[in-house]
Structure formats: C-alpha cells, structure tokens
C-alpha cells in the first residue's frame, strides 16, 4: 500500500482498507469514491456537505481518526462517533437511534474534541484531579494515623491487664500461702488434744486387758483371798479410769476448723 494512501473512515470502521479520495468538511471524515457515491451523497442531512479533494485540503489530519475511534460496546464494527451531553457518554450512530433519539444535546466527536482543546478542559481536569490527589493524600495519613493510635492503645490495654493480673495473681498466692499457714496450724492445734485422748483411751486398753489376764490368773491359780485383794485394786483403778472415760468418749466440742471468707475486693 502507498504510504501516501489516507483511508477511507467509514470503510475502515468494518475493517476495509479502502483509498480516500475525498474530504468531508462537515463530517470531518475520510471517504473513499464508493461511500460518497452509495450513501454520502444519497443522505438528506449530508447530501449538501462541502467537499474538498484530499491534495486540496490542508485540514487533514496526520493521523485518520479511524486510529483513534473508539469502538461501540454495544454494536459490533460501529464506532462512539457522537457525543451525548445529556447522558454524559460516548455513543456511534446505532446508539442514537436506538437509546438517545430524544437527546437534545448530541454532537460529533469531532466538534467534542475541538471543544474540548479550544477551552483546554485537560489541564482543568488535571489540577481537579492533582487536588483530588492531595486531599486523598491527607486523608490516607490520617487514616493511617488513626491506626497507629489504634494500634498503641490496643498494646496498652494487654500490657495493663497483663500487669494487673500478675498482681492478682502474686496477691492470690500470698493468700494462698497464709491459709494454707493458718489451716495447718489451727488443724494442728485441734488434731493434738483428740490425739492426747487417743493415746490415754489406748493406754486405758492395756490397762484393762492386764486386769483381765489378772483376774483370770488368780481365779485359776491364786486363792480366793488373793483374788478378792487384787478385785478391789482393780475396781478402784477402773473407777478413776472410768470417770475419765464418762468425761472425753461424749465430748461434744465443735472440731470444725474455721470458715473461709473471701474479701469481695479480691
């Protein structure tokens, strides 16, 4: 192909290569001998439009707009050649009759674009966006920041509780260590007495088993004066041990140690 060649836009929309020979004015688009034949010149909003031939304008563009079009979504091999203020978006041909036919406010792309630069709505777009920027900016630190506080409290509160617990615990087990004190020596202080009374009822055991083997030897053996002698000792040692016995076997006294009570500030 001749690196001279323009190509035809509406042909280049369905993907053809076809030679421009003409420039449209009013359409500000490419045309091949074909499409100004078969429907340019035939359309009853576009059969009056100036043309100029390709080596007499000096409008044309370095690069066909068909490179920089952007394809319809919706239309397949259609381009968003229009524009739809009302809608705020890019629409081809298809999508003007279809969806936007009672849009007042529908221009081309080509006069868009020339609005577009003329009152240089980039650069306005640009220094809303870098401000966009810089509030966006602030506020990400802040968030950020806000984490950080969060973050440090959050480690505050654990190592506060961490250290209040420790304290609750030592304080429990020097609790712990005076009851168990306290219990063990108030348990001591019962348990020894009872023990003293076990050791004397154990004593009176022997004793009482002696005089039977004594009774017994001497009703076998001895004669009946020895017997009656050695009963009568043995009476008068059993009265004295019974006294005792009536005054500690049906001993009465409450052997419960204490009651635990717990300071409810614990």
């Known amino acids: 192909m001749d690196s001279n060649w323009k190509i035809c836009d509406p042909c280049a929309r369905v993907g053809d290569n076809v030679k421009a020979m003409i420039w449209c004015e009013q359409c500000k688009e490419l045309l091949c001998s074909a499409c100004l034949k078969s429907f340019h010149s035939r359309l009853k909003d576009s059969r009056t439009h100036k043309f100029l031939s390709i080596s007499e304008s000096q409008k044309l563009p370095k690069i066909s707009d ?14 968003n050649d229009y524009f739809c203020s009302d809608h705020s978006e890019m629409c081809c041909i298809v999508c003007v009759a279809d969806n936007h036919c009672k849009c007042l406010n529908i221009k081309s ?4 674009v020339k609005k577009f630069v003329e009152d240089k709505i980039d650069e306005a777009v640009i220094t809303d966006l870098n401000c966009l920027n810089k509030g966006m900016t602030i506020l990400i630190r802040h968030k950020r920041k806000q984490i950080e506080t969060i973050s440090a409290e959050k480690d ?13 615990i030592d304080k ?9 004190a306290d219990v063990s020596k108030t348990g001591l202080s019962k348990v020894k007495p009872i023990q003293e009374q076990i050791d004397t009822f154990c004593e009176f055991n022997e ?43 049906y001993d009465d006294t409450n052997y419960s140690m204490f009651e635990l009570v717990l300071n409810s500030q614990l």
């Open 66 to 79: 068909y490179q920089v079009n952007e394809p319809c979504n919706e239309h397949k091999g259609m381009f």
């Open 109 to 112: 792309m080509q006069e868009v």
């Open 156 to 168: 505050r509160i654990i190592s506060e509780s961490e250290f209040c617990i420790k304290q609750a």
């Open 172 to 180: 429990l087990e020097k609790i712990k260590s005076r009851i168990k």
């Open 207 to 249: 004793n009482i088993f002696q005089n039977v083997r004594l009774i017994t030897t001497m009703r076998d053996q001895g004669n009946a004066k020895q017997g009656f002698i050695t009963l009568q000792k043995i009476k008068k040692t059993l009265k004295a041990q019974r006294k005792m016995f009536d005054l500690t076997a």
